[in-house]
């Protein structure tokens, strides 16, 4: 039997030698407005104006298309430095087909900064689909993100470490129904960890999981996303552990209870640590990753923003002062993704 690896753009490394981890970060990506949500003529400018202190609080409320917009490998590799300094070690990029994924930048970022990167794999929401994706088969979408995690994206021999994030709407939009399952077919043939982007309700976390189970995926290789701004009830979260997968409170940073994409009441990071005790006290202990979901311009230190090491520099004596021992944040920031992102040996 072969030993576990993780799947870095650099290479395959052990899980040992991942360190900190963040499992659902972007550094480069295009979130842009798709068409569908483009603003009107007379908003275009602010859309597209340069941060500034005076417009800050505006564009971090509304995510401008300028916020949106991610391509400075400079930037990354600086803003990274901060993470190193802090004690990180790996950044899962969970950008997905459509969102301006880019292997060869995510590689020099990874070489110049020497933080180990994992890139994902497969296809964002129906509104970032690529054209092409309606007119695909299943099996075609599922021979590409094979592909992706075994030879490399696009003839770059930089290789995907996980299948995701897979974005999902609710109600669920068949397009998206067939990526699911396509990206389910490609986790069985790869073993590669599965990580859902759920729609924004709450029904839509265990609809997603029932998908999964019909196409045979093992749980336990399943990382469901945002949980803390899809379900707001202690109750719920462990409903989303207590089926095998991880789940997943991405938005550490996130302290505004505003959400500019849905008409909900986000926690702040106080509130997700409480929901991680509880977790923690129901036995789903080694379920659980964190993280920060960095996409905008505003999330970076540059732009006035938290940046990649808030978590190891706010959270874990947030999380200490809230009972949780070293030895368990050890556990939930280096032990678990470790786990769930390593292919089976």
Known sequence: MTQPIVRTV?????????????PHEHLLIDLSRPKTTRRPVA???????PITLENHYRVRRHHTSEDLRLFDVDVAVDELARYTASGGGTIVDATSIGLGRDPRGLAEISRRSGVHVVMGAGFYFRDYHPADVAARTREELTAEIVADVRTGVD??????GLIGEIGLSHPLHPDEDKVLRAACAAQRETGAALMIHPGRDPLSPLAALRIVAEEGVDPSRVIMSHVERTVFSAAEMRAIAETGCYAEFDLFGQESSYYALAPIDMPNDATRV?????????GHAEQILISQDICHKTNMTRYGGEGFAHILDHVLPLMRRKGIDDAMIAAITVHNPARALAFPG
């Not at 650099?10 to 963040?22: C, E, F, K, N, R």
């Not at 908003?43 to 104006?49: F, T």
């Not at 409480?274 to 129901?282: E, F, K, M, R, T």
């Open 10 to 22: 650099l290479g395959d490394v052990d899980p040992s030698a991942l360190g900190h981890t963040q």
């Open 155 to 160: 003839g770059t021999g930089i290789k995907s």
């Open 43 to 49: 908003d275009r400018a602010l859309d597209n104006a």
């Open 274 to 282: 409480d929901y991680i005790v509880d977790l923690i006290a129901h």
